[in-house]
């Protein structure tokens, strides 16, 4: 896993190479390793290097075919880069390095752009065509790897990351309200949005093609989740193609020439993938856990339980995190702004994980493909409670559920049941986007102001428009195809990326094996979800594999405590970056409601820490990547 940066003069304008190393130094978090760049005409290409295969010079990036007119920076792994190495050395190819890296460029060679259908693995990179004088663009089938782009005039820029971007000088930095729109519905801005207008994320499955001389983008999606072709297979043999294509997930991830283990919280998903290593590897498994000072978010116990039972070399660590201090490094990490609280824990796994092990395996990817959340049954009662009228609802309803008594708990009494009477009355596709929101469209033009938003149903109108892409007509099919494709590359896949890779860790997600995923679309939605448990056929694929406890335990998620932090010990931060002084300096927002806000929550009158967390999240990324230069 590395990083990627690049510049490309549509209008033959010279490449500056100190900006192409500037733009590429700024991912050096992601890519330890080492630092190179290839500028030539128009056209600058920079890579940070994270070792994992083949560690000597001859995998160093940009890299080259053999008579040097295509070049590649890439970041991932393709994880059958041997089967086809030996395919193209048949075909004349001259390997000059062991790594998967030139696979593709030699691959690209032989078969086009259609050298993505050849490639399993995580991935993002940019391929620049001297022949043809065109770059290429691929980001992978899942959305693993993520890959920014921009066009300002005739000046193409791409990077891993935005802050790439924002070295160049061609890169104005003007905000995107539709984009803020969704952040705040959202806590994340999904793709194809960044919140600086003309950055744009390639979305997952895609690839994008610009040549010279021309402003024109081609976007082509190569890859979609295909919900519409259904297997007959009775229940038992499917769990058993189920269990064969985990493992070989996971057997092909383990391809590395440095230590890797896995990230462990005793949850049935990290587990699975952890049983299937002890399987599969030859040697000891280490594992990682992060535990919490406060009993009632700690799961280190849980990790505790199924390492004993399964043997592994378990690593834990307690943390009590200084907030402040490290808070506003996550969110520099996170950019874009990505307000997901559990970026932290994750941020500390990666920190000590890192410190024994290169590569760690990751249980990301089962509850999308698998049913595994809450919300899933929620929405299948939301067929039946759509036909409750709204007023009742906010007359009758709400305001009682506004009198609860606000807890500590990971996600308050009060939160779940103000999400889940926010669907009622709802048709079921807006209220799965609804159980999703954070800000309310009311809550949304009370704090924001006026004109900023100019009357919005962006977040209804973005799910519908996945719903109408799945071919499916079951319910459970389309949840799972807009979390597939929406939710989980733009926050959870998101998530792990930035904070692995602040500390030049690289995660694999064996449940995001296209593979994997293609079999579990054509899965009837009875071997997902039966009688209200999801990832129905994961729990019996490992039910003589991991402690009977794991296997029935209710999904508790890596959340920590936004709500008492920001009473606590992120009080200071909250109150001074939300002050009505730098709030009006954005000029945004309406200073007197989210201060209304903030005393609510202090006093315990309402739980707005999602709502308080995602805005402050906001101000930290705008302070770092709006007003400093």
Not at 334 to 363: K, N
Not at 476 to 495: E, G, I, Q
Not at 506 to 530: G, H, I, M, N, Q
Request: proline share 4%; with cysteine; net charge neutral.
């Amino acid at each position: 896993m590395c990083g990627i940066a690049g510049v490309f003069h549509l209008d033959g304008q010279r490449a500056d190479h100190q900006i192409v190393q500037k733009m590429t130094r700024l991912l050096a978090h992601r890519g330890p390793d080492g630092q190179a760049e290839w500028v030539q005409g128009a056209v600058g290409l920079g890579h940070r290097r994270l070792s994992i295969i083949d560690l000597s010079e001859r995998g160093t990036q940009p890299m080259a075919n053999e008579d040097g007119t295509v070049l590649i920076t890439f970041n991932g792994e393709i994880y059958n880069h041997r089967d086809l190495r030996n395919d193209l050395i048949t075909k004349g190819h001259i390997f000059a390095s062991q790594t998967d890296t030139e696979s593709i460029v030699h691959g690209y060679e032989t078969y086009g752009e259609g050298v993505v259908q050849y490639l399993n693995g995580m991935f993002a990179f940019a391929i620049w065509d001297g022949r043809k004088q065109e770059l290429f663009l691929v980001r992978d089938r899942l959305g693993i790897k993520p890959l920014f782009y921009g066009l300002f005039g005739d000046t193409f820029l791409f990077g891993s990351e935005i802050k790439a971007i924002l070295a160049h000088p061609a890169c104005q930095r003007e905000l995107d309200t539709a984009a803020l729109d969704l952040y705040l519905s959202l806590n994340y801005t999904p793709a194809p949005m960044t919140m600086i207008r003309g950055i744009r994320q390639l979305e997952p499955g895609q690839w994008l093609r610009v040549k010279a001389g021309s402003r024109k983008l081609e976007i082509v999606t190569y890859w979609d989740v295909d919900y519409s072709r259904k297997t007959a297979l009775p229940f038992a043999e499917a769990v058993e193609q189920f269990d064969s294509l985990l493992h070989a997930a996971v057997e092909r991830r383990l391809m590395a020439d440095v230590p890797l283990g896995a990230f462990l919280s005793g949850g049935l998903d990290s587990s699975s993938v952890v049983a299937c290593m002890k399987h599969t590897s030859t040697g000891s498994v280490k594992t990682f856990s992060m535990g919490f000072g406060e009993p009632s978010y700690n799961e280190a116990p849980y990790a505790h339980e199924v390492a004993t039972h399964l043997d592994t070399q378990h690593y834990e660590r307690t943390v009590t995190p200084d907030l402040a201090a490290i808070l506003p490094k996550i969110v520099w990490h996170g950019e874009d702004p990505l307000a997901d609280s559990s970026m932290i824990p994750v941020y500390y796994l990666s920190q000590m994980t890192r410190e024994h092990v290169t590569v760690a395996l990751a249980g990301d990817g089962a509850d999308e493909i698998l049913a595994g959340y809450p919300t899933y049954v929620a929405t299948q009662w939301a067929r039946i409670t759509e036909f409750i009228p709204r007023p009742v609802i906010e007359t009758a309803v709400q305001p009682f559920i506004n009198l609860l008594p606000v807890s500590e708990a990971k996600i308050s009494r009060q939160e779940k049941l103000q999400r889940f009477t926010n669907g009622i009355g709802y048709s079921w596709q807006d209220a799965h986007a609804i159980w999703r929101q954070i800000h309310t469209e009311t809550q949304k033009r009370d704090i924001l102001a006026g004109g900023i938003l100019n009357g919005s149903t962006r977040l209804f109108e973005t799910y519908q428009r996945y719903y109408a892409r799945c071919p499916s007509d079951e319910l459970l099919d389309k949840l799972l195809y807009v979390d597939t494709r929406f939710y989980l590359p733009n926050d959870m896949l998101a998530k792990v990326d930035r904070m692995s890779m602040a500390h030049g860790l690289e995660a694999r997600v064996p449940f995001l094996d296209y593979t994997l995923v293609e079999f579990a679309a054509t899965l009837p939605s009875e071997y997902k979800l039966r009688r209200g448990v999801g990832k129905y056929i994961l729990r019996k694929s490992m039910e003589n594999r991991l402690p009977k406890t794991t296997l029935t335990r209710q999904k508790a998620g890596f959340n920590i405590p936004v709500a008492k932090w920001l009473r606590e010990d992120l009080r200071d931060l909250l109150t001074d970056t939300l002050s009505v002084k730098k709030l009006v300096e954005v000029g945004i927002w309406q200073p007197n409601n989210v201060q209304k806000m903030i005393q609510q929550h202090m006093q315990r009158k309402r739980d707005n820490g999602y709502q308080l967390w995602g805005i402050l999240t906001f101000m930290l990324w705008w302070q770092q990547f709006m007003e400093q230069k």
